[in-house]
């Protein structure tokens, strides 16, 4: 059983940065992309960033291209979310999740993932 567990969370303020990870277990991690998204109170999940499963393709938020940088490390079976110059807009419950097929690329759409983590809290205070 695949099980993804996010971590990294917190309060900081606004201009700081943040480091989420996503540890992922069950086997096969490497063979799949990666995603995070987010979802702030009141409003839909949205689309954070992605990443190949090679590592050779990555994808963003138009809103967050320029400060975070999605990462993995296979041997780690885990995949990280640097954030910097964070802002009041970023805050938000941050979920990882699994692409559903294998040796795929990156996707923008949730329904193309599987397997998601319960979430770590991200809160950038102004």
């Known amino acids: 059983q695949v099980q993804l567990e996010e971590s990294g969370g917190g309060l900081v303020q606004a201009g700081g940065s943040l480091r989420l990870s996503c540890a992922a277990s069950?086997?096969?991690?490497?063979?799949?992309?990666m995603g995070w998204f987010r979802q702030a109170p009141g409003k839909e999940r949205e689309f954070v960033s992605a990443?190949?499963?090679?590592?050779?393709?990555?994808g963003y938020a138009d809103s967050v291209r320029g400060r975070f940088t999605i990462a993995r490390d296979n041997a780690k079976n885990t995949v990280y979310l640097q954030m910097n110059s964070l802002k009041a807009e970023d805050t938000g419950i941050y979920y990882c999740?699994?692409?559903?097929?294998?040796?795929?690329?990156?996707?923008?759409?949730?329904?193309?993932?599987?397997?998601w983590g319960q979430g770590t809290q991200v809160t950038v205070s102004s």
């Open positions: 069950g086997g096969g991690f490497s063979a799949y992309g």
């Open positions: 999740g699994r692409r559903r097929s294998s040796y795929s690329g990156v996707s923008d759409r949730s329904r193309d993932y599987d397997y």
């Open positions: 990443i190949s499963w090679s590592r050779t393709g990555t």
